[in-house]
């Protein structure tokens, strides 16, 4: 089927746009970067409909990659069911929101250098789909990370956009270190990288030595680090000072779920270790509670959107935690629809507002901007999950499943999807309703932009009819469950009451809004600085780093020990600090000092350990 | 033969106490030339303690030896003193704590 | 005829005995030893010809710079020719095997670059002279001895050779402090260590009877040794000391970060990548097949030192300001990794040393030829903020850094990548699991500061330093060009290299 034709058409628009793209002019790069995803999209139409109905994973393999001894990894794309789901969602997003660029993009500087790096996200991600075996899947991890970094701090000329590059790109760091030794471990265990016979192998029960919930819980952390968990979630709200496209394209719809659908390929280790799901589960819960929590009391529209983006990625985590797996997978599906559209909406405002992104200074722009008004609610009833949405499907299906295997999952998730509804309309009224409050001259998005909202917007109502969990039926097994109407329903009425919620404070009675802020002052700003994560994670972790290098290394190696024991003890008696201090002192007999000290202690530590063996 | 006279342990240990002169000298003296010197020592401790082994098994590789090492040492002489000269040319000093601009 | 002349007697028996013994040297002999003899010959020959030509010859850095490539890649071909007659030379002072084969054609390989990258140094500083092309190929020569070297002796001398040409290279501008103050360091804590080495040899030669390598090794595999295992492990140790301090593994790295900013730009290059690549290879030979037997008692201390140096090597540089400063503490780092997979002492261990030895000699010559084309004269700019805007300024020159820097992190698709993976992969292998948590760790903390530059170079406005840029050199854009490719063909397509490293590290058993 020549499924490296899928990921190769996005990279040869990559070259061409970056390595030409200075020299084109606009019409030309738009149609290289549109056109090599739109190509790569109907050859993933023209693969799924050949090949039917995929009972086993269709596998080619290209060339050997490494090979030393038994060990082999091999450049080799697969395509199963799982795959499709993802290359679907994946190309179709992807092409809808590089139209959308096309207009989004048209006053910003470095125009082709933007869609460059647009599509060769798009192969890394390609990449990381089709990959059949951990090592592929890593460089598409690694890929989009980059891709992510560049396009994050794509306007180069605020610090703080590159710092919140940076910080996506450490914090990532942390995540890549956990699946980079989850890696060494499967090696280690089964000698292999490849999905197939790694899986094969997992099943054989002759294999229960290997140490699946180590392996598993290091593959969640790298799960956390690319799809904003918790403790790696901090990465991720700051990550939205890149253009409203990447945002929609990397921060909602693709990169950020590749944890979850990493977690989903490696459903067969995690099965083998009930307890690495119960953390996933966990993990994804707590998540989703306290970046919903957060999402209520953020001031920034694309900010809101960011915390319910990791909100929305922790109840796939539950999904996939508690063991639906393809519920996991369909919530990925019409997250990346109504995700993507809220970003999109959200940028066709800022758009219009001329890069306003407050939502204090907006405001009743229901009138001045009907199309992405319209849009916009059809996104938020899906993420509401409101009945017969695309959202309510899902959701629903891993609130049940969670209910299954914990009742308390379930009224945590119960009570996020009320805070999802509060927060989501409140953002929404705040902007549409009311009186206008801001100073600049909206106007409606040109064409290019409102098609792919409108697009968006259907899928979002109508995604759910897509029935996934179906589909995924072989791959995962349905268990089956047995609850009651009321938990069915449920989640229903919480949407409808966050709304309504939503709507009392924010277009009924606004002043009822100010009195429970002020009345609950301590909690709003905590929440309202989110917790105070980011302090916290400076105090404890970053400042020791920087500061204890830089006393213990760096700054004032004043000679004290040696110069003392040189110069006979005690005639410059100096605080036990300068112990630390050491190390490159500039002078030669100091240093002359140290190789003899590494001497000394390498020959005691010899005699000790010596004598007959 | 008089030599037997003398155990050939002594040797070794003169060889490890003029080599752990070496050292001292390394670490106390103040004068680039005097460090280098202080080298010097050391390699001659480590041909002493060669002659010495090399004696003691009847082999002819340790005296072999300790002229490979002499001919280095002088090799290292010569390259360390026009290396010391050139510092001397620039910094018309040869305290050894005078060389250290370059640190931390 | 002959023996009626009795003062040709002597002659004669030392000729009958030469051959009786099989001392004579071969025709075989001398093509395993060809390279050495083609970059002795021409550096030898270099320092007339300076004399010949004088002062005032223009063009005289082209001349030898051409000549020494030349000289490089014969000694090059003649390195794969020899590989084509393996086994001992001199009566087993030298061995020529893959492995010895693979380092000498890595740091012949670095030598060119290296020379490559200072034709316009040189010119810059006003320093073209033919003594920097012979000392370069006399470093090279001991080089390749110490990597063939099956003899102790071997070992020292060429260890030596390579060294006392270092020593004047790294102060190679006589007239420049920073240069002077690096030589003087080098050269005084260098001796001081080899003279440790050197007592590590004399103490093993007590023990064992013998500096040849494979009887070491049969010494201490076969004898009951545990009555002279204090001697032996002095001996070992001190050893340790001498080695752990060419390569500036921890404790032993002090001189590296001092000396790697004072020497002229394409010297560290050169230094940092070949000699210590070279320093690494005979660690792994004589402490894999010498010390092999009792490779339980050492391994500790190669585990402590390599944590300690990827600990203090990426720590360190974190908080450096100068650009040559912080790549020495990288380099330091990378040693730390390197030690990891010593550590490992098996089979993938040593090709993981091959291999990220490979790896890293290409990116780090290639990050110091964009330092030693960046500095401007008299090393001018050498501070990480003054590549503020380099990405804006020469983009071409920052992306082929940005593909250094990406591979020093370890970003899949790069040389430093595979470097690590395997280097970890042999590490888990030898059960050695705590250290290659903490390994990956460091390198999860080495990106900071690598990212740094990249930060710098793209997203910053261009400052002063940017205004006297010149446009790349040939010579330096030729050095760019190849160490760039050749780390992306590592991180692609590794088998090229890691075949021959794992058939090549086949001297263990």
Redesign the interface.
């Known amino acids: 089927m020549n499924l490296w034709l899928i990921p190769i058409f996005p990279f040869l628009g990559f070259l061409i746009n970056g390595l030409f793209g200075r020299r084109f002019p606009k019409q030309v790069v738009n149609v290289v970067a549109v056109g090599s995803v739109l190509l790569s999209f109907l050859w993933v139409l023209k693969t799924i409909t050949g090949l039917g109905a995929m009972e086993t994973a269709h596998v080619e393999r290209y060339f050997t990659w490494i090979q030393s001894g038994t060990f082999n990894v091999g450049v080799d794309f697969a395509v199963d069911r799982l795959t499709a789901i993802m290359l679907l969602v994946v190309t179709g997003v992807g092409l809808l929101i590089h139209t959308y660029a096309i207009g989004y993009m048209e006053h910003e500087g470095g125009y082709y250098r933007f869609f460059a790096y647009l599509n060769l996200f798009m192969f890394f991600m390609l990449t990381l789909v089709l990959a059949s075996n951990f090592l592929l899947l890593f460089v598409g991890w690694e890929g989009v990370g980059l891709c992510s970094y560049l396009l994050v701090g794509f306007y180069f000329t605020e610090k703080f956009a590159t710092d919140a590059g940076n910080k996506a790109f450490i914090v990532n760091r942390i995540g890549d270190f956990g699946f980079t030794l989850a890696m060494f471990l499967i090696v280690r265990h089964f000698g292999t990288l490849d999905f197939g016979t790694v899986f094969e192998q997992a099943k054989n029960p002759a294999n229960s030595a290997v140490p699946f919930f180590a392996i598993c819980m290091l593959l969640l952390l790298g799960a956390t680090g690319k799809s904003a968990q918790i403790p790696l979630y901090v990465w991720l709200p700051d990550a939205m000072a890149g253009p409203t496209p990447v945002s929609a394209l990397i921060h909602a719809a693709t990169m950020v779920t590749a944890g979850v659908y990493m977690i989903a390929r490696s459903s067969v280790l995690f099965t083998h270790s009930p307890a690495a799901m119960d953390w996933v589960a966990a993990i994804g819960m707590a998540t989703a509670f306290f970046a919903a929590t957060i999402g209520m009391a953020q001031t920034d529209m694309k900010k809101v959107f960011a915390y319910s983006t990791v909100s929305q990625l922790g109840y796939m985590f539950v999904g996939v935690g508690v063991g639906a797996f393809s519920a996991g997978v369909f919530h990925l599906m019409t997250h990346a629809f109504f995700k993507a559209l809220l970003f999109l909406g959200a940028g066709s405002v800022i758009h219009a507002l001329s890069g306003e992104q407050d939502l204090r200074q907006m405001g009743g722009l229901r009138k001045k901007i009907p199309i992405t008004c319209i849009t916009l609610f059809c996104g938020g009833v899906a993420i509401a999950g409101l009945p017969f949405t695309s959202g309510a499907a899902s959701k629903d299906l891993i609130l049940e499943t969670a209910y299954a295997r914990s009742p308390i999952l379930y009224w945590i998730g119960l009570l996020t999807a009320f805070m999802t509804a509060f927060y989501v309309f409140r953002a929404l009224f705040l902007a549409f309703f009311g009186k206008y409050r801001g100073d600049k001259h909206p106007h409606e998005a040109p064409f290019v932009m409102w098609a792919p909202l409108a697009v968006l917007a259907l899928l979002s109502l109508v995604g759910g009819l897509l029935s996934v969990p179906r589909w995924l039926e072989p791959m995962f097994p349905e268990k089956e469950l047995n609850v009651g109407q009321l938990i069915t329903i449920l989640p229903f009425i919480a949407g409808f009451l966050g709304i309504a919620l939503a709507y009392l404070f924010y277009v009924a009675k606004p002043s009822l809004a100010e009195t429970a802020k002020n009345s609950m002052g301590w909690l709003y700003n905590l929440i309202y600085n989110k917790y105070y994560v980011d302090e916290a994670y400076d105090l404890a972790v970053v400042n020791p780093l920087i500061q204890g290098s830089r006393s213990v290394l760096w700054r004032g190696m004043d000679a004290g020990l040696i110069d003392g024991i040189v110069n006979g003890v005690g005639r410059r008696s100096r605080g036990i600090g300068n112990i630390l201090k050491l190390l490159q002192s500039g002078s030669i007999r100091n240093y002359a000092a140290w190789v003899v000290f590494g001497s000394v202690i390498l020959l005691i530590a010899i005699g000790l350990s010596g004598g007959p063996r | 033969m008089t030599f037997n006279s003398v155990p050939l342990s002594w040797y ?1 240990m003169l ?1 490890a106490i003029l ?1 752990v002169l ?2 001292a000298g ?3 003296r ?1 004068n ?1 030339i005097t ?2 010197m202080s ?1 010097e020592l ?2 001659n ?2 041909n002493l ?2 002659v ?2 090399s004696y ?2 009847k ?1 002819v ?2 005296h ?2 300790s002229f ?2 002499m001919v ?1 040492a002088a ?2 002489a010569a ?2 003193l ?3 000269l ?2 001397f ?3 018309q000093s040869l305290r ?2 005078d ?6 | 005829m002959w023996g009626s002349q009795s003062w040709l007697q002597p002659a004669f028996q030392l000729a009958y005995l030469m051959t009786m013994y099989n001392f004579m040297p071969s025709g075989d002999d001398y093509i395993r030893f060809l390279p050495e003899i083609i970059m002795s010959v021409m550096g030898t020959f270099f320092m007339v010809l300076e004399g010949i030509l004088g002062d005032k010859k223009e063009g005289k850095g082209l001349i030898f710079g051409h000549l020494t490539l030349a000289t490089l890649l014969a000694a090059l071909l003649a390195c794969m020719y020899a590989n084509g007659f393996p086994g001992n030379a001199f009566t087993g002072m030298l061995i020529i095997d893959g492995y010895g084969t693979f380092f000498r054609v890595l740091v012949i390989g670095v030598g060119m670059l290296a020379v490559l990258s200072s034709y316009q140094y040189l010119k810059r500083e006003h320093a073209e002279a033919g003594e920097y092309h012979a000392l370069i190929l006399f470093s090279i020569v001991g080089q390749c001895v110490m990597v063939t070297a099956n003899e102790l002796i071997m070992v020292f001398i060429g260890l030596e050779v390579s060294s006392i040409a270092t020593y004047v290279l790294a102060g190679y501008l006589r007239d420049d402090k920073r240069n002077n103050e690096a030589a003087l360091k080098y050269f005084l804590l260098g001796s001081f260590a080899t003279a440790f080495l050197l007592y590590g040899i004399a103490w093993i030669y007590g023990a064992s009877g013998s500096t040849r390598l494979d009887t070491i090794q049969a010494f201490l595999a076969n004898r009951d040794v545990a009555h002279n295992m204090a001697l032996i492990g002095t001996a070992a140790a001190l050893m340790f000391v001498g080695f752990a301090f060419k390569v500036s593994a921890a404790p032993f790295q002090i001189w590296a970060p001092d000396v790697y900013q004072g020497a002229p730009a394409p010297v560290t290059a050169f230094m940092s990548a070949g000699p210590k690549a070279a320093a690494f290879a005979v660690f792994v030979r004589v402490f894999m097949t010498a010390f092999g037997p009792i490779v339980d008692r050492w391994e500790p201390f190669v585990w402590s030192s390599a944590l300690l140096t990827m600990v203090i090597g990426n720590f360190a540089a974190l908080m450096q300001s100068n650009i040559k400063r912080l790549l020495a503490y990288s380099s330091i780092a990378h040693a730390g990794y390197v030690m990891v997979a010593i550590a490992a002492h098996n089979q993938i261990g040593v090709s993981a040393v091959m291999f990220y030895l490979a790896a890293y000699a290409l990116m780090n010559i290639g990050a110091f030829a964009v330092v030693a084309h960046f500095s401007r004269q008299g090393e001018k700019y050498v501070n990480v903020e003054d590549l503020a805007g380099l990405g804006w300024k020469q983009p071409v020159t920052a992306a082929l850094f940005a593909i250094f820097l990406l591979s020093f992190i370890g970003v899949p698709l790069t040389g430093g990548f595979f470097g690590k993976f395997y280097i970890f992969k042999a590490a888990l292998d030898a059960n050695l699991i705590w250290l290659s948590v903490l390994g990956l760790l460091n390198s999860a903390v080495a990106a900071y500061y690598y990212l740094r530059i990249l930060v710098v170079m793209y997203m910053q406005e261009p400052g002063e330093s940017m205004a006297s840029l010149q446009p790349l050199s040939t010579g330096i854009s030729v050095t760019l060009w190849a160490s760039a490719l050749g780390t992306l063909i590592l991180g692609i397509y590794p088998a090229a290299i890691l075949t021959f490293a794992r058939s090549s590290s086949a001297f263990l058993k």
């Not at chain 2, 060389?99 to 931390?104: A, F, G, I, L, N």
């Open positions: 070794l060889s080599f070496g050292i390394f670490l106390y103040r680039v460090v280098f080298i050391m390699l401790a480590v303690s060669f010495t082994f003691q098994l082999q590789d340790g072999i030896f490979f090492v280095v090799a290292e390259v360390g026009a290396i010391i050139t510092v040319k620039n910094r050894i704590d060389v250290s601009s370059m640190k931390y």
